[in-house]
């Protein structure tokens, strides 16, 4: 079975057709490059028809595709959450686990978990930070000052920095985001240890909270105005626009996974053809992780 690359809903459900098509596409990508025995890593190993498991021709260890990954016992239908994730990945912003729950007919619960676990493939490797051209800025979300751009001291409003970088045309190349506590240097500088390179040319407004960064980063304070950051104002926009369309509440715990799935579907909204494959990738190549593990980041 090939990679899919569509962004159609049609070639998706002509290509996904049941759960075995599914196991199929999930076998290939967890063993891509070769097979080895978790219990006695022999090479050689037989294939269940019923469900593409590795049975280890050594040991008889039977390993699923679905074994110690973000797919690890899905009990509503693998052809289910293959739709979680197409959807999550190629619409233009995301949707409620409410909604989601009634478009596969699943419960509420069931949907919100594991459209966590899909956030969670959705976190950046933080493996090829920023180097061109970044803007830097932050903002609240939540309340009737969500409009607002800015800093707010309020303690129910979450404080997020955002950096955006941009091409010589000024186009938009790459966005992410930190949940922050304050304004503070330590806080702010979250989103440069992680996203940002040394050589990276920076731009932010003014506040003092950046001076302390200057001495490793190359940054340029500029009075904030329309122009010079349109387009990190205009991300913000969109972001705070989608978020609140589809949520009426989000809890601090999970607040970044929901900016991860932004950032992911922007800095790869080039690759729309591709990015329902990559994640499915990531989500094979991840550990599992449990309810009881999402549920105590709240």
Request: net charge positive.
């Amino acid at each position: 079975m090939e990679s899919f690359k569509s962004e159609s809903i049609v070639d998706f459900f002509n290509t996904y057709t049941t759960d075995l098509d599914c196991l199929e596409y999930l076998s290939r990508i967890k063993w891509h490059g070769g097979y080895s025995c978790l219990k006695c890593s022999h090479k050689k190993f037989t294939v269940r028809k019923a469900n593409f498991a590795r049975d280890c021709n050594r040991c008889h260890h039977i390993e699923s595709p679905t074994a110690n990954t973000l797919f690890h016992r899905v009990r509503f239908g693998l052809r289910k959450a293959f739709i979680i994730v197409f959807e999550m990945s190629v619409a233009t912003k995301s949707v409620s686990s409410s909604q989601m729950a009634r478009r596969i007919s699943v419960s509420r619960q069931t949907a919100w978990l594991f459209m966590h676990k899909v956030r969670i493939a959705m976190k950046s490797s933080e493996s090829q930070p920023m180097t061109g051209q970044v803007f830097v800025d932050e903002f609240v979300y939540g309340g009737r000052e969500d409009l607002k751009q800015g800093r707010s001291n309020d303690s129910k409003k979450k404080k997020i920095v955002v950096a955006v970088e941009v091409d010589k045309k000024r186009g938009v190349k790459r966005a992410y985001f930190k949940r922050i506590e304050n304004y503070s240097s330590k806080e702010l500088n979250k989103i440069f240890i992680s996203h940002i390179s040394g050589k990276a040319k920076i731009t932010t407004d003014k506040w003092k909270g950046y001076l302390p960064l200057k001495k490793e980063y190359d940054i340029t304070q500029t009075k904030s105005n329309i122009s010079d950051f349109f387009e990190i104002n205009t991300i913000i926009h969109q972001l705070k626009a989608g978020l609140r369309s589809v949520y009426s509440w989000m809890h601090d715990g999970h607040i970044e996974k929901y900016l991860d799935e932004y950032s992911y579907r922007l800095n790869r909204s080039i690759h729309k053809q591709t990015i329902f494959d990559n994640l499915i990738k990531r989500m094979s190549k991840h550990q599992h992780v449990g309810y009881k593990q999402i549920k105590l980041s709240t």
